[in-house]
């Protein structure tokens, strides 16, 4: 204690050095004057007297600078010093410090979003006790990325496997609810065994969590609310526990509201009991999702040796299941829930930052290089006045790191803004909802330590650099030349070229990039979008058990939706372009397979004969699907083009047989249906395939599903087409509700909106290392020129002409960028071969992208170049001859 | 060696002023070194002034206060006195002396023809 307000009060001490000084001298003096009195107290004459106090006293000077250091902190007193001086000169070289702070704050900026995307993404995880504990078991399946678990591989995971404290699980549904208050609803909800949050080590806000055994059969039935239920249904009311709601037809009690945020696992807003009793006891129908804590001391890697080994156990002893699944898998929460092209995406962002700053930090090194040729006097001054060159070096470093700290601050308040609306734009796309992007303590830890590092690496070469003259010559020279020797150019060269060769590599990346996402976010429906609009629902299997009930209710609806005033029409869909597709094996009549041999795969849509004709697609052969279509007897299909151009090259495939494969539930491969015609290519399947993969069109009535679409083309508003389609369906069943209502052309902005935004981004930070390249050349570039304007002079007096002047210079200029693209081309190529196998859809030779880069990098180059070549051109030799 | 010394100066020097303080009351810079000197019979003679250099950081460590008054007199001088971080101090580091001071004394009567 006494030690941390010794402390303390030496830092405060600092900062009123000279009126403690001056106290402490008064201090003294009082002393000797008592001293002075006593002496001649005892007799000594008064003169004699004073010196003899003073000599007792010791040497004033040396006793306050004692006392001084005694009192303070002499080590942070020279480190402030050296501060105070730092800001005074920045503050006094205003242009010079400005650009450094603005290229630093661009920077560190962009590198902080960078940051903060794979923060959020990789690193910062989810809001749990200790979440890096919980891991999601799975199938690692033949095809895919994961499969979920059935209930006999969710007991075997559990019974058999040591590393995992407890295992829970959850199954996904949306879950219709209603009440008699408000109107129906449609929820994003989850099945979970009873030690789902205790898992999670998740808290409710109000009521409790599930109890022990409420999710076996016979239980009363409970649920549990996320906090935006809470919020939007019951208005936050807190005496919503032990209310009652009906789940899917079936009251329900309100135990439990969960707190704002908190959706695992899959934007879930109601937990239900998941009742593994009621759940197929087989192999092949796998709907959960499987969850637990690692024990202490156990690694991911042992876990997964040791779930695999399971698996491969139950895959032995069942080997009808080896043609879905390989092994098992366990994956971090992450890695669970991020998927597609995003992690890829979001490295490649970090890496796009990592050399905006690298650039960013050549460029300041240039500028400082250019004005450590005005400091050579000061620091050969030093240098004799008995600096160490540690010392000098220390001085030089503390002004970068002080240029890196302001540039760190500025480029934080930009990130801030830049992440808000980053963050904004993503969770408009439909991101997890655990996937928020904000700034938090890692990340400003981290631009604390990126500010340290740029500072010292951009300061350090140009700091060894002036610290290296001998101060002999330098004051000899009168200060001019001085630090700006050949060396300090060949420096400042090599930093340039290596700022534009970076340049070259980002902008071509961006490009590339950029080009791609456009082209995603541009690729055409195929099909008129304006006027379409969808709506979802979902029959719950409580009142509509069977296909036939389905049938019977859409057959019902439809004729009901076309009749409303304004519709032209309506169809019936599983699937919505561009989304929702579910993917069969499929094989062809009289096509030689072998036997082992998985077949290959199409997407599968079921819809109405009026498909094709609500959304506008033309068919291109034979004919459309009819009303008989999917009757008995008559299984006919209709294929899309790009199906017919992969798998019936050359052939006519109308008349032809398809049939899909079995699953693993099913006993043999499905019936044969015959192909009656091809649909024009239109976007249909995932966003990233649009075009690219193969449809099968089956008739609706053949199995009308559970979770089906209306489409409707209309000139109305969406919001009455909504209204009237809400009041067909409730005229027939009053708790049913429709949600999912966008027009279509919303699904596919959507859909497409991240390719925008990552689009957006790249050409953000192409900009920004532009605008540090242009700045980086015309620093060293006026560097060059003040430095040899004597030697322009000369050149000028014996005869050389403005353009021989302007010449010397611009030639440096474009040897500079002919260097950089020498060297910065052929890495742009190999960069672009390993973006392609990440992620890119354009070629990576492509020559627009080419093309543009070399225009527009020679053009922000040279003309960055043109002012101090003008000013090279224009030096008055009689001024520059007697310029001291 | 010259830095073991002057610790060993330090550490004493710090009670020793602890303890005028606390059984003088308030005084200034040249009454307390002109105390230590006459306790300590003259054996200590050292600059004067450096008596500050033990006071500011005592100061600092806030077991002792100081402020400007009045001498007997009637010059200006600063004042010191102990205050109650300071009393706890002195108790602790005399206990502490005490025992140390009761170590060596038995190590210094061991005989060693025995």
């Given at each position: 204690?006494?030690r941390?307000?010794?402390?303390?009060?030496?830092?405060?001490?600092?900062?009123?050095?000279?009126?403690?000084?001056?106290?402490?001298?008064?201090?003294?003096?009082?002393?000797?004057?008592?001293?002075?009195?006593?002496?001649?107290?005892?007799?000594?004459?008064?003169?004699?007297?004073?010196?003899?106090?003073?000599?007792?006293?010791?040497?004033p000077?040396?006793?306050?600078m004692?006392?001084?250091?005694?009192?303070?902190l002499?080590?942070?007193?020279?480190?402030?010093?050296?501060?105070?001086?730092?800001?005074?000169?920045?503050?006094r070289?205003?242009?010079?410090?400005?650009?450094?702070?603005?290229?630093?704050?661009?920077?560190i900026?962009?590198?902080?979003?960078?940051?903060?995307?794979?923060?959020?993404?990789?690193?910062?995880?989810?809001?749990?006790?200790?979440?890096?504990?919980i891991?999601?078991?799975?199938?690692?399946?033949?095809?895919?990325?994961?499969?979920a678990?059935?209930?006999?591989?969710?007991?075997?995971?559990?019974?058999?496997?040591?590393?995992?404290?407890?295992?829970a699980?959850?199954?996904?549904?949306?879950?219709?609810?209603?009440?008699?208050?408000?109107?129906?609803?449609?929820?994003q909800?989850?099945?979970?065994?009873?030690?789902?949050?205790?898992?999670?080590?998740?808290?409710?806000?109000?009521?409790?969590?599930?109890?022990?055994?409420?999710?076996?059969?016979?239980?009363?039935?409970?649920?549990?609310?996320?906090?935006?239920?809470?919020?939007?249904?019951?208005?936050?009311?807190?005496?919503?526990?032990?209310?009652?709601?009906?789940?899917?037809?079936?009251?329900?009690?309100?135990?439990?509201?969960?707190?704002?945020?908190?959706?695992?696992?899959d934007?879930?807003?109601?937990?239900?009991?998941?009742?593994?009793?009621?759940?197929?006891?087989?192999?092949?129908?796998?709907?959960?999702?499987?969850?637990?804590?690692?024990?202490?001391?156990?690694?991911?890697?042992?876990?997964?040796?040791?779930?695999?080994?399971?698996?491969?156990?139950?895959?032995?002893?069942?080997?009808?299941?080896?043609?879905?699944?390989?092994?098992?898998?366990?994956?971090?929460?992450?890695?669970?829930?991020?998927?597609?092209?995003?992690?890829?995406?979001?490295?490649?962002?970090m890496?796009?930052?990592?050399?905006?700053?690298?650039?960013?930090?050549?460029?300041?090194?240039?500028?400082?290089?250019?004005?450590?040729?005005?400091?050579?006097?000061?620091?050969?001054?030093?240098?004799?006045?008995?600096?160490?060159?540690?010392?000098?070096?220390?001085?030089?470093l503390?002004?970068?790191?002080?240029?890196?700290v302001?540039?760190?601050?500025?480029?934080?308040?930009?990130?801030?803004?830049?992440?808000?609306?980053?963050?904004?734009?993503?969770?408009?796309?439909?991101?997890?909802?655990?996937?928020?992007?904000?700034?938090?303590?890692?990340?400003?830890?981290?631009?604390?330590?990126?500010?340290?590092?740029?500072?010292?690496?951009?300061?350090?070469?140009?700091?060894?650099?002036?610290?290296?003259?001998?101060?002999?010559?330098?004051?000899?020279?009168?200060?001019?030349?001085?630090?700006?020797?050949?060396?300090?150019?060949?420096?400042?060269?090599?930093?340039?070229?290596?700022?534009?060769?970076?340049?070259?590599?980002?902008?071509?990346?961006?490009?590339?990039?950029?080009r791609?996402?456009?082209?995603?976010?541009?690729?055409?429906?195929?099909?008129?979008?304006?006027?379409l609009t969808?709506?979802?629902?979902?029959?719950?299997?409580?009142?509509?058990?069977?296909?036939?009930?389905?049938?019977?209710?859409?057959?019902?609806?439809?004729?009901?939706?076309?009749?409303?005033?304004?519709?032209?029409?309506?169809?019936?869909?599983?699937?919505?372009?561009?989304?929702d597709?579910e993917?069969?094996?499929?094989?062809?009549?009289g096509?030689?397979?072998?036997?082992?041999?998985?077949?290959?795969?199409?997407?599968?849509?079921?819809?109405?004969?009026?498909?094709?004709?609500?959304?506008?697609?033309?068919i291109?052969?034979?004919?459309?699907?009819?009303?008989?279509?999917?009757a008995?007897?008559?299984?006919?299909?209709?294929?899309?083009?790009?199906?017919?151009?992969?798998?019936?090259?050359?052939?006519?495939?109308i008349g032809?047989?398809?049939?899909?494969?079995a699953?693993?539930?099913?006993?043999?491969?499905?019936?044969?249906?015959?192909?009656?015609?091809?649909?024009?290519?239109?976007?249909?399947?995932?966003?990233?395939?649009?075009?690219?993969?193969?449809?099968?069109?089956?008739?609706?009535?053949?199995?009308?599903?559970?979770?089906?679409?209306?489409?409707?083309?209309?000139?109305?508003?969406?919001?009455?087409?909504?209204?009237?389609?809400?009041?067909?369906?409730?005229?027939?069943?009053?708790?049913?509700p429709?949600?999912?209502?966008?027009?279509?052309?919303?699904?596919?902005?959507?859909?497409?909106?991240?390719?925008?935004?990552?689009?957006?981004?790249?050409?953000?930070?192409?900009?920004?290392?532009?605008?540090?390249s242009?700045?980086?050349?015309?620093?060293?570039?006026?560097?060059?020129?003040?430095?040899?304007?004597?030697?322009?002079?000369?050149?000028?007096?014996?005869?050389?002409?403005?353009?021989?002047?302007?010449?010397?210079?611009?030639?440096?200029?474009?040897?500079?960028?002919?260097?950089?693209?020498?060297?910065?081309?052929?890495?742009?190529?190999?960069?672009?071969?390993?973006?392609?196998?990440?992620?890119?859809?354009?070629?990576?030779?492509?020559?627009?992208?080419?093309?543009?880069?070399?225009?527009?990098?020679?053009?922000?180059?040279?003309?960055?170049?043109?002012?101090?070549?003008?000013?090279?051109a224009?030096?008055?030799?009689?001024?520059?001859?007697?310029?001291? | 060696?010259?830095?073991?010394?002057?610790?060993i100066?330090?550490?004493?020097?710090?009670?020793?002023?602890?303890?005028?303080?606390?059984?003088?009351?308030?005084?200034?810079?040249?009454?307390?070194?002109?105390r230590?000197?006459?306790?300590s019979?003259?054996a200590?003679?050292?600059?004067?002034?450096?008596?500050?250099?033990?006071?500011?950081?005592?100061?600092?460590?806030?077991?002792?206060?100081?402020?400007?008054?009045?001498?007997?007199?009637?010059?200006?001088?600063?004042?010191?006195?102990?205050?109650?971080?300071?009393?706890?101090?002195?108790?602790?580091?005399?206990?502490?002396?005490?025992?140390?001071?009761?170590?060596?004394?038995?190590?210094?009567?061991?005989?060693?023809?025995?």
């Open positions: 204690m006494a941390l307000t010794h402390l303390l009060s030496r830092i405060a001490a600092l900062f009123r050095r000279a009126a403690d000084d001056d106290d402490f001298a008064r201090e003294l003096e009082s002393h000797v004057e008592m001293l002075t009195a006593d002496n001649i107290a005892r007799g000594m004459p008064p003169v004699e007297a004073r010196r003899a106090a003073r000599v007792r006293v010791g040497a000077s040396s006793l306050v004692q006392h001084r250091d005694a009192r303070t002499p080590a942070l007193g020279n480190l402030l010093q050296d501060l105070r001086f730092a800001g005074r000169l920045l503050a070289d205003k242009w010079f410090s400005a650009a450094a702070v603005i290229a630093l704050a661009l920077g900026g962009a590198n902080t979003l960078g940051f903060t995307i794979i923060n959020a993404a990789f690193i910062r995880g989810f809001a749990f006790e200790a979440a890096e504990e891991h999601a078991v799975s199938w690692r399946p033949t095809r895919g990325r994961r499969l678990s059935g209930v006999l591989d969710f007991e075997d995971w559990q019974t058999q496997s040591r590393s995992f404290a407890s295992l699980a959850s199954s996904r549904h949306a879950i219709n609810i209603s009440d008699d208050v408000a109107t129906p609803q449609q929820t909800g989850a099945s979970i065994t009873a030690n789902f949050f205790d898992v999670l080590r998740q808290r409710t806000l109000l009521g409790r969590a599930l109890a022990a055994g409420e999710d076996r059969p016979g239980a009363d039935p409970v649920v549990i609310i996320g906090y935006d239920l809470w919020r939007n249904r019951f208005d936050r009311d807190p005496s919503v526990i032990g209310r009652t709601l009906r789940i899917d037809g079936r009251a329900a009690t309100i135990v439990g509201v969960m707190p704002d945020g908190m959706k695992f696992p934007d879930s807003e109601l937990w239900v009991p998941l009742v593994q009793a009621e759940l197929p006891r087989v192999r092949n129908t796998r709907s959960l999702s499987v969850f637990g804590r690692l024990n202490p001391g156990v690694t991911r890697e042992q876990a997964a040796a040791e779930i695999d080994g399971i698996a491969q156990r139950v895959i032995a002893a069942n080997p009808d299941i080896a043609n879905s699944v390989m092994g098992g898998q366990v994956e971090t929460l992450q890695s669970r829930f991020l998927n597609g092209n995003a992690p890829r995406m979001f490295v490649v962002v890496g796009a930052v990592m050399f905006v700053l690298l650039i960013a930090c050549a460029n300041v090194a240039t500028l400082l290089l250019s004005r450590a040729m005005y400091r050579g006097r000061e620091v050969a001054v030093r240098y004799s006045l008995g600096a160490t060159r540690w010392r000098v070096v220390r001085q030089l503390i002004e970068s790191v002080t240029l890196s302001a540039g760190g601050l500025l480029g934080l308040a930009l990130a801030t803004a830049g992440v808000r609306v980053f963050d904004s734009a993503v969770q408009a796309t439909g991101a997890p909802y655990w996937l928020r992007f904000t700034i938090d303590y890692r990340v400003v830890l981290y631009v604390a330590v990126i500010c340290i590092a740029t500072g010292v690496l951009f300061g350090l070469a140009p700091a060894l650099q002036v610290s290296r003259q001998s101060p002999h010559e330098t004051l000899k020279e009168s200060g001019r030349g001085t630090a700006g020797n050949r060396r300090g150019g060949r420096l400042g060269n090599t930093l340039v070229i290596a700022e534009l060769a970076l340049t070259i590599l980002l902008l071509f990346g961006a490009g590339l990039m950029l791609s996402f456009m082209s995603l976010y541009a690729s055409p429906a195929g099909f008129e979008l304006t006027g969808r709506m979802r629902m979902q029959l719950p299997p409580s009142n509509y058990p069977t296909p036939e009930a389905r049938g019977r209710f859409f057959a019902q609806l439809l004729p009901k939706v076309q009749g409303i005033a304004g519709i032209r029409d309506a169809a019936l869909s599983t699937a919505v372009p561009p989304l597709h993917e069969w094996r499929f094989e062809i009549d096509r030689r397979y072998e036997d082992d041999r998985p077949r290959p795969f199409t997407s599968t849509v079921l819809a109405t004969p009026n498909y094709f004709d609500v959304l506008g697609v033309r291109v052969r034979g004919r459309a699907l009819n009303d008989q279509d999917g008995a007897g008559a299984d006919n299909v209709v294929i899309s083009q790009v199906m017919a151009d992969r798998f019936f090259r050359g052939e006519d495939p032809r047989q398809i049939r899909f494969m699953r693993d539930d099913e006993p043999a491969p499905r019936s044969w249906r015959t192909i009656v015609g091809v649909a024009a290519p239109f976007s249909q399947g995932s966003t990233d395939e649009a075009f690219r993969s193969p449809v099968v069109f089956i008739p609706f009535r053949e199995a009308p599903s559970r979770t089906t679409s209306i489409i409707v083309r209309s000139a109305l508003p969406p919001s009455s087409v909504m209204s009237g389609v809400r009041a067909a369906v409730q005229s027939l069943d009053a708790d049913q429709v949600f999912a209502i966008e027009t279509l052309a919303d699904v596919f902005a959507e859909e497409r909106s991240i390719y925008r935004i990552f689009a957006t981004l790249f050409a953000v930070l192409a900009s920004i290392g532009i605008v540090l242009a700045v980086g050349v015309y620093g060293v570039m006026a560097y060059a020129v003040a430095q040899r304007t004597q030697e322009i002079g000369v050149r000028m007096a014996v005869g050389a002409g403005r353009w021989d002047v302007a010449w010397l210079f611009l030639k440096r200029g474009l040897a500079q960028i002919a260097i950089a693209l020498a060297i910065g081309l052929p890495a742009a190529l190999a960069l672009g071969s390993v973006l392609q196998l990440q992620l890119v859809e354009v070629e990576p030779a492509d020559p627009v992208t080419f093309i543009a880069i070399v225009v527009v990098l020679a053009a922000v180059a040279l003309s960055a170049c043109l002012a101090p070549v003008r000013k090279a224009r030096v008055d030799p009689v001024i520059a001859l007697r310029a001291d | 060696m010259g830095e073991t010394k002057s610790d100066l330090q550490g004493t020097l710090d009670l020793m002023v602890l303890k005028t303080l606390d059984a003088m009351g308030p005084m200034h810079g040249y009454g307390i070194a002109r230590i000197e006459q306790i019979e003259e200590l003679q050292v600059n004067q002034g450096t008596i500050y250099l033990c006071l500011i950081r005592l100061v600092q460590k806030g077991w002792i206060d100081a402020s400007w008054g009045t001498s007997e007199n009637n010059r200006k001088a600063k004042f010191y006195a102990i205050s109650k971080a300071g009393r706890k101090q002195l108790a602790a580091e005399t206990r502490n002396w005490e025992r140390v001071a009761g170590v060596i004394g038995r190590v210094l009567q061991l005989d060693p023809k025995k």
